[in-house]
């Protein structure tokens, strides 16, 4: 198995606050890891140093083989690999959903027109979203617009995925569109790193369950094991609080 993304010895301060605390952690290609735990536990801070959206402090994070921490890396670089999908879509509100997917691999990967729309289609149609090329983001609805944050990542052919509590912001009857399509995502066989609240998706979907408390890691394991027996008195308030 090659590592795809690899914490060692992480730490990361927001001033004096210590938001992760020596983080050691190895993602193997092709696993859909979800992550857990308490708001303000700091999992946006780990998911979102892992596109260099966060810098850290001290240790070492190694993505898509090139070091973060190095001053010679080209986050450009990383970010062609590395997707990102957020709570509130942040789709270019002045773009149509065409544009949004295109627009990408037109600067980034300097993808040819033709191809870059051919592409583009394909991942709309795979979302449920070709009937709405022509729309602008505010002409749809939250459900609609994660769908189409999913096809824009996708066109990138990202090696890694990473989403910020992608369904939170979703009204329950839009949740199950995307999580439809966030199965779809597994299914091929991309790396995935997920915050979430969805617990059926952390069981049945993910193949690996982090519980995240206070910047550390408290449990790294399967998910059905997770669930049926947390290992910590940490994780089982929180089940018994959410389930
Ligand atoms: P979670 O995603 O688990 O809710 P976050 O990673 O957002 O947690 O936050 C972890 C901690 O870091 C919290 O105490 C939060 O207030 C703090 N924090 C997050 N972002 C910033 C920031 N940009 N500046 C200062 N503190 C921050
Ligand atoms: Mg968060």
Redesign the pocket.
């Known amino acids: 198995m090659t590592a795809i993304i690899e914490f060692k010895h992480v730490d990361k301060y927001?001033?004096k606050?210590h938001?992760l605390k020596d983080i050691n952690l190895k993602i193997d290609e092709g696993q859909v890891v979800s992550i857990i735990?308490?708001?303000?536990?700091?999992?946006?801070?780990?998911i979102r140093t892992m596109n260099g959206l966060e810098p850290i402090n001290s240790g070492q994070l190694i993505v898509t083989g090139h070091d973060l921490a190095d001053k010679k890396t080209d986050i450009n670089k990383i970010r062609k690999n590395v997707g990102m999908v957020f709570q509130h879509f942040n789709l270019y509100n002045n773009h149509t959903v065409l544009e949004n997917v295109m627009l990408a691999p037109k600067i980034v990967l300097k993808r040819p027109d033709d191809e870059n729309r051919k592409i583009a289609m394909q991942y709309l149609e795979r979302v449920g979203m070709a009937d709405k090329i022509n729309s602008y983001p505010r002409q749809l609805s939250g459900g609609q617009q994660q769908r189409v944050a999913i096809a824009r990542s996708l066109a990138m052919d990202p090696k890694v995925i990473l989403f910020d509590e992608p369904t939170s912001a979703l009204d329950p009857e839009m949740i199950e569109d995307v999580l439809e399509v966030m199965r779809y995502v597994a299914e091929q066989g991309i790396t995935m790193v997920v915050?979430t609240h969805e617990m059926g998706f952390a069981r049945k979907v993910s193949n690996r369950l982090i519980f995240?408390d206070q910047g550390h890691i408290l449990e790294d394991r399967d998910p059905g094991e997770f669930f049926d027996h947390p290992n910590t008195e940490r994780a089982r308030q929180f089940l018994s609080k959410i389930i």
């Open positions: 927001y001033g606050l938001a735990g308490p708001s303000g536990s700091g999992k946006s801070t780990l915050v995240f």
